[in-house]
């Protein structure tokens, strides 16, 4: 089943979407979509329109696909909302993150700056790591998608927007999770470098609430995807 | 921290440990340890003991370190214990899969040959990962360390040792988990290809626990990650 994401969404009713810019040509140039393919069309916000590819317009980097919708399916959220702020890994191991995170179900990820973290989100990367979500998001079917923020500093991320819980995530000690939620909560957590918060990170902190990734000192990238997966199970009880 | 693995154990009393073998040549020839150094010796079965290096012979294959255990420390496991049978990922992402099991905190892990799977865990392979198994440990600290078992059919790994409850991932449909565990259970998770369970496997699973690894569609690797940690936090109800 091929998706296709529409930038902005579109009017959420059955009828005709044109998927134009990066996203159309990437699906006329390199997945060759033709006309008469069945589709799914995302707006990455919990709208699926279900449809066939009607027409397929080469151009290069103007290139368009216009899908005919003929059912409209919206989907509700499953369980907490969680917003994840983590240290950025080296390499790839950013972009496995990402591509990890969408397939969780994370809600957005933003790049935080700590004083003990290596490598930084610069505007590049942050480009690439969009991609990345919005194909993660794509080929694993969510209807609602994984957004990348801005980067934050420690003490921007732990003043949150009224209604969001901040939670900071603790390496080893103990098994993952100890947070209880309900479904309709909405929470940020906050994930480390490799070399831990520093002394006057730990002081910001002081009186947030933590949470194990889980027994053992983790990298980045799983500590994360472990956080997000015990959240997700604790917005159950 | 340096961390020493100690193939079959020891006597888990303070005194003398050798380390030889590969790894021994590696603390010497790759790690580059010295006398006087502070180390842990693990033997993968939750005893570690905190010592110091009194000397390292150097001899290419045959390098020894010889560590005085000061204090040994027996580590209990926590939660329950989780047995992973999973399909193949290709390439990389094997390795990935392997080292983001030990540092969630799996028990073993075990290739499972399905019928829509790719990749085979073949002896070399295995060797390999068995590697990354152990380096994952040490890096995480792991007391109790990820085994990695032989191969098994779906027919096999559905019939567990007495004690031992089998479950099966599912992908997508809701959030993870879905099973309530006590902190001694041992489970076996068996988690399937990207291309799902076969007719005929699905025929042979009828009346197996299912365990929904998230929301989502996910990768192998992903899959397995997301249903060890709902799992070990199934454990805290």
């Given at each position: 089943m091929h998706r296709l994401f529409v930038d902005?969404?579109?009017?959420?009713?059955?009828g005709e979407v044109v998927v134009g810019g990066e996203e159309g040509a990437h699906a006329v140039q390199v997945k060759r979509l033709r006309a008469g393919e069945v589709v799914e069309v995302l707006d990455g916000c919990g709208c699926v329109g279900h449809g066939q590819v009607v027409e397929v317009s080469r151009g290069g980097r103007d290139s368009r696909v216009r899908v005919r919708v003929g059912r409209v399916e919206v989907v509700e959220r499953f369980g907490p909302v969680v917003h994840v702020c983590s240290a950025v890994p080296k390499g790839d191991r950013a972009g496995q993150l990402i591509d990890q995170l969408s397939q969780v179900g994370a809600a957005t990820w933003s790049a935080l700056t700590t004083d003990?973290?290596?490598a930084e989100g610069g505007g590049h990367k942050l480009e690439r790591l969009t991609r990345i979500a919005r194909e993660g998001s794509k080929q694993c079917g969510r209807a609602w998608g994984l957004t990348i923020g801005g980067a934050m500093t420690v003490a921007e991320a732990l003043?949150?927007?009224?209604g969001v819980r901040v939670l900071v995530g603790e390496a080893?000690?103990?098994?993952a999770g100890g947070v209880v939620l309900g479904a309709g909560d909405e929470v940020r957590i906050l994930i480390g470098p490799e070399?831990?918060?520093?002394a006057r990170e730990r002081e910001l902190m002081g009186g947030v609430e933590m949470v194990r990734a889980g027994p053992h000192v983790m990298r980045i990238e799983t500590a994360a995807v472990a956080c997000v997966v015990a959240l997700l199970n604790a917005g159950r009880v």
């Open positions: 902005g969404g579109w009017d959420r009713r059955p003990h973290g290596i003043v949150a927007p009224a080893g000690g103990g098994p070399g831990g918060w520093s």
